[in-house]
């Protein structure tokens, strides 16, 4: 990983350019019944915090929940981010602000009353400089026997960030091809899709391409080609590559597809449908 080119503070303190949150999108909880809650974070101008994979630098937002007994937490889930870059770094992250969902299930032999859930909160922010954010948060949500209701105050921001969730690639094919300069996504949208203009490849794990290089989109008969430039030190041959396809679309309506793609002859196309690949144009 390309070191540091930001200054980054070592002392850990409270967070001086993000406001965070634990938010619900439920008004009240249910026994047994799943619900939605978030971490709402709100940056300053100019300063952002980082997505799962934060690329050349920066640390992923972390959660660490203190909940009551038989309640379960899930995984974090990611809006697609967008590219910050300064100099020779190249980072993946969120600006404005951003509601990152996790789905917690309430145990069956619930009884009514009032739950807290808590959670420490570890993030990154950066601008010119980087800083440690951390906050101890906790949320109070009433339990009753009726069907939980949504929180209005929320139901937009949690609305907004499930559009920016990837979709399972329904219809969608992908392989990976290597030369030892490039590494190309294969990409096959389905039949009924229009054509794409612009793309955007964000890996799940470092260390796989070159955030900074340039992406090429290309079409190819039948399908279109990402030109990706490896990492420097990415291990060779790829077996497979995972991450998020961010198409663009009109009016800056962006389509997020989640990719799980393996390299062409080794085991066959992964995710979407299996139509046969294209012929790659000679060079």
């Known amino acids: 990983m390309i070191a540091l080119a930001l200054s980054c503070a070592l002392a850990a303190g409270p967070p001086r350019h993000v406001q965070a949150q634990l938010v619900s999108e439920v008004a009240s909880v249910r026994a047994g019944e799943p619900f ?16 799962r994979n934060p690329g050349d630098s920066g640390l992923a937002t972390r959660l660490r929940w203190t909940l ?32 990152l969902s996790v789905e917690v299930t309430p145990p069956a032999s619930l009884v009514p009353g009032e739950v807290t859930l808590a959670a420490r909160a570890d ?35 949690f609305a907004d960030a499930r559009r920016r969730l990837p ?13 030892q300069e490039k590494v190309s996504l294969v990409i096959r949208p389905p039949r009924s899709r229009e054509p794409l203009h612009d793309a955007r490849f964000f890996p799940d794990e470092p260390l796989v391409i070159d955030h900074a290089a340039p992406q090429t989109l ?17 291990r060779r041959p790829l077996a497979a590559l ?7 679309g009109t009016g ?29 144009k000679k060079r």
Request: glycine share 12%; net charge neutral; with cysteine.
């Open 167 to 179: 979709a399972p690639p329904a219809g969608w094919a992908f392989d990976v091809r290597e030369t």
């Open 218 to 234: 290309v079409r190819d008969k039948g399908a279109w080609r990402l030109e990706l430039t490896p990492a420097p030190n990415a």
């Open 123 to 157: 993030w990154l922010e950066c601008e010119q400089v980087c800083l440690p954010g951390r906050a101890d948060l906790s949320l109070v949500l009433p339990v009753r026997a009726a069907a939980s209701t949504s929180a209005p105050t929320w139901a937009t921001a």
């Open 252 to 280: 800056g309506q962006n389509e997020a597809v989640r990719v799980e793609a393996r390299r062409a002859g080794a085991g066959g196309q992964a995710g979407g449908d299996k139509r046969p690949p294209a012929q790659e």
């Open 68 to 99: 009551p007994a038989g309640f379960q937490a899930g995984e974090i889930q990611w809006p697609y981010p967008r590219v910050f870059s300064q100099g020779p770094v190249t980072s993946y992250g969120y600006a404005g602000e951003v509601l």
């Open 36 to 51: 939605w809650v978030g971490l709402h974070l709100r940056m300053a101008p100019g300063w952002h915090t980082y997505w």
């Open 242 to 248: 995972g991450g998020v396809l961010v198409i663009g």
